[in-house]
């Protein structure tokens, strides 16, 4: 498996764009990996391609960047009764965990990745998951990646390695991580092309990106983005 490659999870969101750039300024070949499942809102789905031409053309990164691949995995929709899948309003349970958390999610999607990688000889994932957001998906945990890794090593018979660039880092910080991978250029297409919105929004332009600006997405976005500004200036 090679060392000098990557098969990054990438959604079109703020988080996997900044993963995506992490990726190509250290390995030698970087792959994207996306998934569908039914999810109400498409735009972030159509947003993968206009961003990876983007950032195609920052440094020497159109020769770094290789293939897309798209799964398509129905089942979720059918084990998911959220507002992720379904016309219901978003809420937040009494666990703090937004009504859009699907069950497992991240190690469905991070297993599927890890045997797509398999397939193209790559030894490496990256991940945008995060412990700093919300109160913290339980299966965006450091220990939750790092015991899958485990699993999907003895799992393949091959050393599979899962980096998560992002894990304790909050929005702020991934604004200023974007900066400094790829300048202003790349913070602009994070503006411009990435997707959060919970509502699916890109109606409304806001400084930073498209959005409903009320539901908790938008609202960490745009919190991380007045942060790192009033740092900057
Ligand atoms: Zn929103």
Redesign the pocket.
């Known amino acids: 498996m090679s060392n000098s490659s990557a098969l990054v999870l990438f959604s079109g969101g703020q988080d996997s764009t900044v993963c995506l750039a992490w990726a190509l300024d250290r390995y030698q070949r970087v792959e994207t990996v996306g998934f569908t499942y039914g999810q109400r809102h498409a735009v972030e789905v159509a947003q993968r391609p206009v961003i990876r031409s983007k950032l195609a053309v920052l440094g020497d990164w159109r020769a770094k960047l290789g293939a897309d691949t798209v799964l398509d995995l129905p089942a979720l929709q059918s084990i998911s009764d959220t507002a992720l899948t379904r016309e219901t309003e978003i809420a937040f349970s009494s666990t703090g965990l937004p009504t859009t958390f699907v069950p497992g999610r991240n190690l469905l999607f991070l297993t599927y990745a890890a045997a797509l990688a398999y397939r193209r000889g790559i030894g490496t994932l990256v991940g945008g998951m995060c412990e700093t957001d919300f109160s913290g998906y339980p299966d965006c945990r450091n220990a939750t990646i790092q015991a899958l890794a485990q699993a999907l090593s003895l799992g393949l018979d091959k050393p599979m390695t899962i980096e998560t660039p992002l894990m304790f880092v909050d929005k702020a910080e991934t604004w200023d991580m974007a900066s400094k991978l790829g300048g202003e250029a790349l913070v602009d297409t994070v503006v411009e092309d990435t997707h959060t919105?919970?509502?699916g929004?890109r109606s409304h332009r806001h400084d930073w990106g498209y959005?409903?600006?009320?539901?908790p997405?938008?609202a960490l976005r745009a919190k991380g983005w007045t942060e790192w500004r009033a740092k900057t200036r």
């Not at 959005?211 to 539901?215: D, R, Y």
């Open positions: 919105c919970y509502l929004d959005g409903c600006g009320s539901c997405a938008c």
